[in-house]
């Protein structure tokens, strides 16, 4: 089982950037990629970017140059914790959804999602 917890939506005016945020607890030892989709009202759920655990990344095309993607992998001395970020920059407000987090193992998880509104 994995659990993920996304945090750092809002609303932002175009141009402006947002970091998003997905800490992931559980058995993360066995994910096998990370990445952020997001739904607009009215549309299918998308994807935004993915990153592999060598690193790869994969972005969509309409956030390609704009968007970040990253992954960070701490140990204490009981739980391994990977915590996922975008950052995004020179958002537009086409850019408006709910952007989830998704992890992949044998089987897929989701977080809650988090708002993020962009206004013109």
């Known amino acids: 089982q994995v659990q993920l917890v996304e945090s750092g939506g809002g609303y932002v005016q175009a141009g402006g950037s947002l970091r998003l945020s997905c800490a992931a607890s559980?058995?993360?030892?066995?994910?096998?990629?990370m990445g952020w989709y997001r739904q607009a009202p009215g549309k299918q759920r998308e994807l935004v970017a993915s990153i592999e655990g060598d690193g790869n990344t994969n972005y969509a095309d309409s956030v390609r140059g704009r968007f970040a993607i990253s992954r960070d992998h701490t140990k204490d001395t009981v739980y391994d914790k990977d915590t996922l970020y975008l950052q995004m920059n020179s958002l537009r407000p086409d850019d408006t959804a709910v952007y989830y987090c998704?992890?992949?193992?044998?089987?897929?998880?989701w977080g809650q999602g988090t708002q993020v509104t962009v206004s013109s």
């Open positions: 998704h992890a992949e193992t044998k089987r897929a998880f």
């Open positions: 559980g058995s993360v030892f066995s994910i096998r990629v």
